[in-house]
């Protein structure tokens, strides 16, 4: 089991930026696929951004090109820099550790079974 927790969240208005980050512990995140996963009031948990532990990484349409997912494996934490924010990227963000036999994070956030306790982003207009 691998304890996750996020930090970096807050109030920011549209256009601007936030550092989301993500303490892992364990021995087991630098090879194992990591995610970011956003859940708006009254909506599904969906997947924003996924890496693995080679680097690779993918994201949800909605964000591509605004959003850079990255991990330091030597310091077992993950981020997620986000830019040019929009009013509808306010969420919660979690941070997932997936199972090792996935290439990435699923779009489906019940395959995963460790979870962060969220961090707030509230974008305003």
């Known amino acids: 089991q691998v304890q996750l927790v996020e930090s970096g969240g807050g109030l920011v208005q549209a256009g601007g930026s936030l550092r989301l980050s993500c303490a892992a512990s364990g021995s087991i995140f630098s090879s194992i696929p990591m995610g970011w996963y956003r859940q708006a009031p009254g909506k599904e948990r969906e997947l924003v951004a996924t890496?693995?532990?080679?680097?690779?990484?993918h994201y949800a349409v909605s964000v591509k090109g605004r959003f850079t997912i990255s991990r330091d494996n030597a310091k077992n934490t993950l981020y997620l820099q986000m830019n040019s924010l929009k009013p509808e990227d306010t969420a919660m963000y979690y941070c997932a550790a997936c199972p090792p036999t996935y290439y990435y994070c699923s779009g489906d956030a019940r395959t995963n079974d460790d979870w962060g306790q969220g961090t707030q982003v509230t974008v305003s207009s």
């Open positions: 890496s693995r532990s080679g680097g690779n990484t």
